[in-house]
């Protein structure tokens, strides 16, 4: 038999995506600038530092059953972020003045509280 027909197996040894890859987890990654804006509306405003790219999935008002419907953009970059979040409907429950945290959750299914103050 000639070695013409030798197949070769390879095994992946790293299958994750690397658009998640790294050594920290994510929230480690995101630092506030200044406290958020809460807005009454239902729009949260945040002012983020990224050491690098993460990837939001979801945001939620700590200790409230308020949870995001949509993030823009849904991803940090390397450096300043301004994110804004909307939540469904009026945040009735929450007033003027008072200190809340948004957890924001990463790809990686990790959280990262930020502090924000409720607006008009």
């Known amino acids: ?14 299958n994750k995506p690397t658009s998640t890859q790294s050594p920290y987890p994510q929230a480690n990654l995101v630092k506030y600038l200044k406290v958020g804006e809460v807005y009454l ?3 949260v405003r945040l002012h983020l530092y990224s050491l690098g790219q ?9 200790g409230t059953p308020y949870t995001s419907q949509v993030i823009n ?16 409907g009026m945040l009735n429950s929450l007033r003027v003045g008072e200190r809340v945290t948004v957890m924001l959750t990463t ?13 008009v």
């Not at 790809?107 to 607006?119: E, M």
């Open 1 to 14: 038999m000639s070695g013409s027909n030798t197949q070769y197996n390879y095994t992946t040894y790293n």
């Open 41 to 43: 509306n239902g729009m």
């Open 54 to 62: 993460v990837y939001l999935l979801s945001a939620q008002i700590d």
């Open 73 to 88: 953009p849904p991803y940090l970059r390397k450096g300043y972020n301004q994110v804004t979040i909307y939540f469904s």
């Open 107 to 119: 790809a990686d299914k990790d959280t990262v509280g930020i502090p924000a103050i409720v607006l």
